[in-house]
T-cell receptor
């Protein structure tokens, strides 16, 4: 079956620009997570959705980062006024529910801010 | 706050030998614990999880992990390593009483199985 997909796979942008990263979760998965992974580090939690609502956005580093999931399926991570420090691989994961359920990860979007 | 520590950046083991990848955690309440594996140029994949019950849990590819509450550890083990097990392994924790939904990952341990 289809797994979690993320687009684009690579994104190069200039400092100060706006970017959108898209995640298509596994059909029927109500929980969706965004993570950021820098080289040599583990995934760093950004935000968690249960359905359409952001149940926990405590990991968003500042107000330049925002994410939506308007219909409870596809999610978009939006970064305004990008900075070089935003360069990382952005991972999306989905799961059947919350709590004990394991997450299924997408391949990630590699963001490079020049 | 919840946290995970993977004290070894890299573990080297000879093929056919048993392997252990260490993980310790810190939570306010009771934990859900997970192991994930990341192969080169591939996404993170779930290996196994501990929720409750038997402290020894078995997962994919012959891996198992032992939950030790007194030592707050959840070490990953395999009786006989394969070269194909070489990958990056991540331990993760969720505090089920913390009121948070976040999952915290460790920094990862690179496993190198030597033929």
């Amino acid at each position: 079956g289809a797994g979690v997909s993320q687009t684009p796979s690579n994104k190069v942008t200039e400092k100060g620009k706006y970017v959108e990263l898209r995640c298509d979760p596994i059909s029927g998965h109500t929980a969706l997570y965004w993570y950021r992974q820098s080289l040599g580090q583990g995934p760093e939690f950004l935000i968690y959705f249960q359905g359409t609502g952001a149940a926990d956005d405590s990991g968003l580093p500042n107000d330049r980062f925002f994410a939506v999931r308007p219909e409870g399926s596809v999610s978009t991570l939006k970064i305004q006024r990008t900075e070089r420090g935003d360069s990382a691989v952005y991972l999306c994961a989905s799961s059947l529910g919350e709590g004990a359920e394991e997450q299924f990860f997408g391949p990630g979007t590699r963001l490079t801010v020049l | 706050a919840q946290s995970v520590a993977q004290p070894e950046d890299q573990v080297n083991v000879a093929e056919g030998n048993p392997l252990t990848v260490k993980c310790t955690y810190s939570v306010s309440g009771n934990p859900y614990l997970f192991w994930y594996v990341q192969y080169p140029n591939r996404g993170l994949q779930f290996l196994l999880k501990y929720i409750t019950g038997d402290n020894l849990v078995k997962g994919s590819y012959g891996f198992e992990a032992e939950f030790n509450k007194s030592q707050t550890s959840f070490h990953l083990k395999k009786p006989s390593a394969l070269v194909s097990d070489s990958a990056l392994y991540f331990c993760a924790v969720r505090d089920i009483w913390g009121g948070y939904q976040k999952v915290t990952f460790g920094t990862g341990t690179k496993l190198q199985v030597i033929p």
